[in-house]
Antibody
Framework: EVQLVESGGGLVKPGGSLRLSCAAS????????MNWVRQAPGKGLEWVSS????????FYADSVKGRFTISRDNAKNSLYLQMNSLRAEDTAVYYC?????????????WGQGTLVTVSS | QSVLTQPPSASGTPGQRVTISCSGS????????VNWFQQIPGTAPKALIY???QRPSGVPDRFAGSKSGTSASLAISGLQSEDEADYYC????????????FGGGTKLTVL
């Protein structure tokens, strides 16, 4: 069974940092691109970042470029999101999602999400 | 303001067929495939449709996706109470060095 379990969320002050993790199981992690998508309270889904199977390419939404860094450790079946210079508008549930994005986007599994709250 | 445009709400009675639209542009739906996701409030999104009209295993054939030009649609036939949820369309957008864009979501109410 495919499982994606996020962790690392919590309350952080504006300007602070947080590192999210996503533990993958039930599939060959190194064979899939991975993504982070967030959802602010009461709002819709917003793509944050994507990373290729080997980490050789990454994409970022303009809203997080230069502040967030996506990475992965295929030996540990884990995906990460390092979030720096956090702002109030980064408050959201962060989901990791399996699958490739691009011309033929196929994203098929999502984790349960981890809540990040940026507030003083 | 979402890049893809969906109606904010839709409704139907049990057994009915409802359609949710998703309007984009030549840089996203016009050239790339469309995905649809279902999100029951308080839970994570679930994949419903990929590659415009393909269903992941386990998704009932009551759900059907289609695409024409720069627009896409999700049709739900034989509406059931458990279909009450938020539905999002998504597609890759070739502008701005590439980005994945979503619709604003459509809240489906089963009356």
């Amino acid at each position: 069974e495919v499982q994606l379990v996020e962790s690392g969320g919590g309350l952080v002050k504006p300007g602070g940092s947080l590192r999210l993790s996503c533990a993958a199981s039930g599939f060959t992690f190194r064979s899939y691109d991975m993504n982070w998508v967030r959802q602010a309270p009461g709002k819709g889904l917003e793509w944050v970042s994507s990373i290729g199977k080997t980490g050789s390419y990454t994409f970022y939404a303009d809203s997080v470029k230069g502040r967030f860094t996506i990475s992965r450790d295929n030996a540990k079946n884990s995906l990460y999101l390092q979030m720096n210079s956090l702002r109030a508008e980064d408050t959201a549930v962060y989901y990791c999602a399996r699958g490739s994005v691009g011309a033929t986007t196929v994203v098929d599994y999502w984790g349960q999400g981890t809540l990040v709250t940026v507030s003083s | 303001q979402s890049v893809l445009t969906q109606p904010p709400s839709a409704s139907g009675t049990p057994g009915q067929r409802v359609t949710i639209s998703c309007s984009g542009s030549s840089s996203n739906i016009g050239v790339n495939t469309v995905n649809w996701f279902q999100q029951i409030p308080g839970t994570a999104p679930k994949a419903l449709i990929y590659s415009n009209n393909q269903r992941p295993s386990g998704v009932p054939d009551r759900f059907a996706g289609s695409k024409s030009g720069t627009s896409a649609s999700l049709a739900i036939s034989g509406l059931q109470s458990e279909d009450e949820a938020d539905y999002y369309c998504a597609a890759w957008d070739d502008s701005l060095n590439g980005r994945w864009v979503f619709g604003g979501g459509t809240k489906l109410t089963v009356l």
